[in-house]
């Protein structure tokens, strides 16, 4: 009997055990997004005081991060060579983040936009093909009336490489069987 | 005088100590397969949120790309739960006045933060890190399950040592090409362990004894 006991009063303890083990679990520090009682907005996150320069992001590249030039216009420049790794980039960051309203040709019918968003302007018009690239960064970096700024989002190296790509596929839609290299042209399936 | 006990215990006693050493594996049994149930482990269970929000809409109907919201899942080892502001990009202008996201427009007005309720939450000893497993081709949904059909998110695996291990042990029968990291519902394009040799050794993915070492995980 004093066994039994002792089996059950073990296996007992241990299903007990198996519910104490929550100090370790959530230990008091603070972890990406955990609330604090502390501090008076609940975020354990705090701002960054201002006028802080972190180490290396002094950010004074002025045209890589406003799209200015030293005139303060926008500039017509990139402020990094344009390679294809750059278009690659540029076209995965665009099917994210613009899209659901821009749709993936630019022609501003994205999924959001047909359930009643503001209908952007196509990006295949004179006045958006002769605005400079420092325009599109700009608009990105800003937002443009109903549209929102994606600053948070899209970090700055990203922003120019989702305008080397609005400028590809501006292109594409002008584009003649001219444009297409010669030993390209057999893959494109009879098209003159 | 006559025997207390009849012929018949013998029996009986023979069946109680058959019965607690029974018993005894049937309880060991049982706490094994409960500290690996749903029950225990809360996959499968949704949990309440102050903002019924739902990926079932968001990603599965509207398409919206998991990196939208969760930006930093890329670069970081914490994948972001998005701020107000990226509900507002859209919710400026849609169902701008429904009730149920009144908390969010509430959140935006006085920026006070959401209290979403945590869903996958690895102990505080462990350490994990996403960056490293969607740069080398482990899509969410390896980890996550159908997320675009969640009306409301919840966990899918058991989040245990042994289930990471299962995948650090063989991780050929789950890497996918990296464009495919956000696809739900992925197809390889044939045979998954040999596509999976092949990017295992594309993406140098370190072996199985370097993988399953303690000190990655409990760092």
């Given at each position: 009997?004093?066994?039994?006991?002792?089996?059950?009063?073990?296996?007992?303890?241990?299903?007990?055990?198996?519910?104490?083990?929550?100090?370790?679990?959530?230990?008091?520090?603070?972890?990406?997004?955990?609330?604090?009682?502390?501090?008076?907005?609940?975020?354990?996150?705090?701002?960054?005081?201002?006028?802080?320069?972190?180490?290396?992001?002094?950010?004074?590249?002025?045209?890589?991060?406003?799209?200015?030039?030293?005139?303060?216009?926008?500039?017509?420049?990139?402020?990094?060579?344009?390679?294809?790794?750059?278009?690659?980039?540029?076209?995965?960051?665009?099917?994210?983040?613009?899209?659901?309203?821009?749709?993936?040709?630019?022609?501003?019918?994205?999924m959001?936009?047909?359930?009643?968003?503001?209908?952007?302007?196509?990006?295949?018009?004179?006045?958006?093909?002769?605005?400079?690239?420092?325009?599109?960064?700009?608009?990105?970096?800003?937002?443009?009336?109903?549209?929102?700024?994606?600053?948070?989002?899209?970090?700055?190296?990203?922003?120019?490489?989702?305008?080397?790509?609005?400028?590809?596929?501006?292109?594409?839609?002008?584009?003649?069987?001219?444009?297409?290299?010669?030993?390209?042209?057999?893959?494109?399936?009879?098209?003159? | 005088?006559?025997?207390?006990?009849?012929?018949?215990?013998?029996?009986?006693?023979?069946?109680?100590?058959?019965?607690?050493?029974?018993?005894?594996?049937?309880?060991?049994?049982?706490?094994?397969?409960?500290?690996?149930?749903?029950?225990?482990?809360?996959?499968?269970?949704?949990?309440?949120?102050?903002?019924?929000f739902s990926h079932a809409h968001h990603v599965g109907g509207l398409g919206v790309d998991c990196q939208y919201c969760h930006?930093?899942?890329?670069?970081?080892?914490?994948?972001?739960?998005?701020?107000?502001?990226?509900?507002?990009?859209?919710?400026?202008?849609?169902?701008?006045?429904?009730?149920?996201?009144?908390?969010?427009?509430?959140?935006?007005?006085?920026?006070?933060?959401?209290?979403?309720?945590?869903?996958?939450?690895?102990?505080?000893?462990?350490?994990?890190?996403?960056?490293?497993?969607?740069?080398?081709?482990?899509g969410c949904e390896s980890c996550h399950g159908r997320v675009d059909r969640m009306p409301l998110t919840y966990?899918v695996?058991?989040?245990?040592?042994?289930?990471?291990?299962?995948?650090?042990?063989?991780?050929?029968?789950?890497?996918?090409?990296?464009?495919f990291i956000t696809t739900m519902g992925y197809q390889?394009?044939?045979?998954?362990?040999?596509?999976?040799?092949?990017?295992?050794?594309?993406?140098?993915?370190?072996?199985?004894?370097?993988?399953?070492?303690?000190?990655?995980?409990?760092?």
């Amino acid at each position: 009997m004093r066994t039994k006991l002792t089996l059950g009063g073990l296996a007992l303890s241990l299903a007990v055990l198996s519910a104490c083990r929550q100090d370790m679990h959530d230990q008091p520090k603070y972890v990406p997004l955990r609330p604090s009682d502390f501090f008076a907005d609940g975020r354990s996150a705090r701002p960054i005081a201002e006028g802080t320069v972190a180490r290396g992001h002094l950010n004074d590249d002025k045209l890589f991060y406003t799209g200015k030039g030293a005139d303060g216009r926008p500039s017509q420049e990139f402020p990094m060579p344009v390679t294809k790794a750059l278009l690659l980039r540029g076209e995965q960051r665009y099917n994210i983040y613009c899209t659901p309203c821009h749709d993936r040709t630019g022609n501003g019918n994205g999924m959001i936009v047909r359930r009643g968003y503001r209908r952007p302007p196509t990006y295949h018009s004179d006045r958006l093909r002769q605005q400079p690239n420092g325009y599109l960064y700009d608009v990105i970096t800003n937002g443009f009336g109903a549209m929102p700024d994606y600053a948070a989002q899209v970090q700055p190296a990203d922003r120019w490489a989702i305008v080397a790509y609005i400028r590809a596929l501006q292109l594409s839609q002008q584009a003649s069987i001219n444009d297409v290299p010669p030993e390209a042209r057999n893959q494109l399936g009879g098209a003159k | 005088m006559s025997q207390i006990f009849r012929r018949s215990t013998n029996t009986f006693t023979r069946a109680t100590i058959f019965g607690a050493v029974f018993m005894l594996g049937l309880t060991v049994w049982a706490i094994d397969r409960l500290s690996r149930s749903d029950y225990v482990t809360r996959a499968t269970q949704a949990r309440e949120q102050p903002v019924p929000f739902s990926h079932a809409h968001h990603v599965g109907g509207l398409g919206v790309d998991c990196q939208y919201c969760h930006t930093s899942v890329e670069i970081s080892s914490y994948a972001n739960i998005p701020p107000t502001k990226t509900c507002m990009n859209c919710h400026s202008q849609i169902w701008s006045t429904s009730p149920t996201l009144e908390p969010v427009r509430a959140s935006y007005r006085t920026n006070q933060s959401i209290r979403w309720t945590k869903v996958n939450d690895l102990p505080d000893f462990v350490y994990f890190n996403h960056s490293i497993h969607v740069n080398k081709g482990v899509g969410c949904e390896s980890c996550h399950g159908r997320v675009d059909r969640m009306p409301l998110t919840y966990q899918v695996n058991s989040l245990q040592m042994e289930w990471c291990l299962n995948c650090h042990r063989n991780p050929e029968k789950y890497v996918r090409p990296r464009e495919f990291i956000t696809t739900m519902g992925y197809q390889p394009a044939g045979d998954q362990e040999e596509i999976g040799r092949k990017l295992v050794a594309e993406y140098k993915i370190q072996n199985a004894r370097a993988l399953t070492s303690c000190s990655t995980c409990h760092r």
